[in-house]
């Protein structure tokens, strides 16, 4: 079997175990998806949703975070884990998305990772999410999952991003990643794999 085809089986099986392919992460807006994005680096996505409602009360929008104190960001983030680095790059690609952007986020991979704090993994989010185009989001799920699938051998992000744009049906590549984290959560995890119950083991390499 092909990588392709091993791909294309993967992604019409956790289709079917996972219908709604959904981001876990709480957000009404693009601007809000992207810094529920950035705080959820290194920390939990439930954690996430429960710094945000205050957070997005203080600052609603990139405007107010543009002109945020950097001390009053901290500290309504600080559960999130990393929050001097995360505070200042709130504000700064806030100041940027009105500077730069006219106060929206942007929709392209190439701008978005202009922005302080945003890198492929975030950018491809947005793109996907928000405005419905053609995304990888290379977490560590996807990696993982992925590798086990037999798909490559990377542990680079930006590689393993390019071959999987090359194996994935384009209108499929976004919710196909975020059904391999529900999955990676729930079945294949890090330290074992519950392959007895897996979906995908009848074509998975299981190549760990």
Known sequence: MTKKEIALKAVESLKKEYPEAECSLDYRDPWQLLV??????????AR?????????????D?????????????ELIKSCGFYNTKAKDLI?????????FGGKVPDTIED???LSGVGRKTA????????SKPAVVVDTHCIRLTRRLGLHTEKDAGKIEKILRGLLPENESNDFCHRLVL???????AQKPNCEI??????????A
């Open 36 to 45: 529920a994005t950035r705080l959820a680096a290194q920390c939990t996505d």
């Open 48 to 60: 996430v949703n429960l710094v945000t409602p205050a957070l997005f009360k203080a600052f609603p």
């Open 62 to 74: 990139a405007a107010s975070m543009a002109e945020a104190d950097l001390e009053k960001v901290k």
């Open 92 to 100: 700064e690609m806030s100041k940027s998305i009105m500077e730069n």
């Open 112 to 114: 978005l990772t202009t």
């Open 124 to 131: 491809n989010l947005i793109v996907g999410d928000i405005y």
């Open 183 to 189: 999955h990676g959560r729930a079945v294949c995890k």
């Open 198 to 207: 897996c979906c995908m083991s009848e074509f998975c390499r299981k190549k």
